[in-house]
């Protein structure tokens, strides 16, 4: 079965510095990779969609990559600021998983003032 | 626009007793509706989906159920809860587009 990996341990940065978060996955590649931002007590937040033959997107000061060989996504925030904080989930779409998408545990970002 | 709500916000139930949670979509026909958990640090375990009304496809084997008795109204039942029924269930729903739009979610606590 498919396995999604985020780092499960906190990432804590400085504000105005770069955040990048992982998600890798392991089998075969997913026809596209969704990013999701979570605040405690709420309902995930879509941010972001990168499909199989897309190396990267851009939207504002977010950032996503998606290497198909290393199995990889990354996520990046610039300009990193306190308001950034919260958890982010991966979510992966197979073309053979019917209509589910299925998300990774999050890594949960602290920017530091 | 859409909107999708969930009720109750929080519940605290005993163990053994039975459990029902809704959720409601407005202003979308025929979404594809989705029941996730989240336990205490964890990520979204897929419970249940449904892809029209009283179709319903369970991911999990547990003491929970699910129905949609209409097209924008998904409904979450266990008839006895377990402690480890604990945790935050969001709904979500789907269109033809890509992302999943969450509700607020319901914070379940069986003691």
């Known amino acids: 079965s498919q396995k999604i990996e985020q780092n499960s341990e906190a990432l804590n940065i400085q504000e105005g510095k770069t955040a990048t978060l992982t998600c890798n996955y392991t089998?075969?590649?997913?026809?596209?990779l969704q990013w999701y931002r979570q605040d405690p007590g709420r309902g995930p937040v879509f941010l972001l969609l990168i499909r199989e033959n897309e190396k990267e997107k851009r939207k504002e000061r977010l950032k996503v990559t998606f290497d198909t060989t290393l199995k990889q996504s990354l996520f990046h925030i610039t300009a990193s600021q306190p308001a950034d904080s919260a958890t982010y989930l991966c979510?992966?779409?197979?073309?053979?998983?019917?209509?589910?998408?299925?998300f990774g545990s999050g890594t949960r970002l602290l920017v530091r003032p | 626009s859409q909107t999708i709500h969930q009720w109750p916000a929080t519940l605290v139930q005993p163990v053994g007793s039975p459990l029902s949670l809704e959720c409601t979509v407005e202003g979308t026909s025929n979404p594809n509706l989705y029941w996730y958990r989240q336990a205490a640090g964890r990520g979204l375990q897929l419970l249940f989906y449904s892809v029209g009304i009283g179709q319903i496809s369970s991911e999990v084997p547990q003491n929970l159920s699910a129905s949609r008795p209409q097209d924008r109204q998904f409904i979450l039942s266990s008839k006895k809860l377990l402690l480890s029924d604990s945790g935050f269930y969001l709904c979500a729903w789907k269109l033809w587009g890509d992302e999943q739009f969450f509700g607020p979610g319901t914070r379940l606590t069986v003691l």
């Open positions: 979510a992966l779409y197979w073309m053979d998983s019917s209509y589910k998408l299925i």
């Open positions: 089998n075969y590649s997913p026809a596209y």
